[in-house]
């Protein structure tokens, strides 16, 4: 090992369980090492830090247990995003609940520091969406109280049904398109502040034009093309902007299309 991995390796092992300790702070100076290290280092670092008896648990429920306290938070997420370092992600507590329903579950709480991307972290990892994710996430549906709520809720119900990291990453790129269809699913503006579905048709076919296709597919599949026409009618600028569409739309994007029938299947 090189001079100067062996001084950041020693610098780790001393930092990591402080930061264990106390989280306050955003980084650590060594925290970096893990993604500099070969196969074999890594082996030896994850040996050394032994996380179970770091954290004072069994290997398939450290994640369980870093979840439940708060004041571990910035640790977590570290050691989430941090794939070098081995940790279990596809087990249940003793409640039978999974990684996937506690994050879901702060995540719908508005905890701030997470995010869907923790989500793409734990797919990275090699984390599959089980049977209780799904039946959990139907019944968090339940407790949407506002709007931001659906939007949160909508975002974890994409991942469950794609249960990939890649797919949920363009989902995720691509959320407005998403929101957009969505909203002619239900019959009223989700996510975007309109205040009916006009506004989300003349958006949509304005920005999200290489999606246009799909887009207005959603319309009809979903029955809105009435209303659509009936909100129109007086300045008729959905009309117009349909159809410079139709006469210069641009290249579709396929990747994103596979991905919004999958969600979507009712437009295939």
Known sequence: MEYW?????????????????????????????PSKLNKEERKILNDKINLPEL???????????????????????YLLNTPELEVEINSYDKTKKTVFMEISRKYFKQEKWISPSLISSLFKRGYKIKEEDNQYIEKLYKKIKKQY?????????????????????IALNHTRELFSI???????????????????????????RESGDLILKSIDRFGQTEKIH???????????????????????????????????????
């Open 5 to 33: 991995k062996e001084e950041n390796f020693k610098t780790f092992l001393i930092e990591f369980p402080k930061y264990f300790k106390d989280s306050s702070q955003d980084y650590f100076q060594s925290m970096n090492l």
């Open 182 to 208: 969505l909203s002619f699913k239900i019959g009223k503006p989700v996510h975007f502040n309109f205040p009916n579905l006009i506004g989300i048709a003349n958006n949509a076919i304005s920005h999200y």
């Open 55 to 77: 954290v004072g648990c069994e290997k398939k429920a450290v994640l369980h247990e870093l979840l439940k306290d708060s004041s571990k938070d910035k640790f977590t997420f």
């Open 230 to 268: 009936r909100l129109d009618q007086r300045k008729g600028t959905f009309k117009r902007k349909r159809l410079e569409y139709i006469e210069n739309k641009p290249i579709q994007n396929k990747e994103f299309e596979e991905i919004a029938l999958e969600l979507f299947p009712e437009l295939k």
């Open 149 to 169: 709520d659906l939007d949160k809720w909508t975002t974890l119900r994409f991942a469950t049904k794609l249960n990939d990291r890649k797919k949920f990453e």
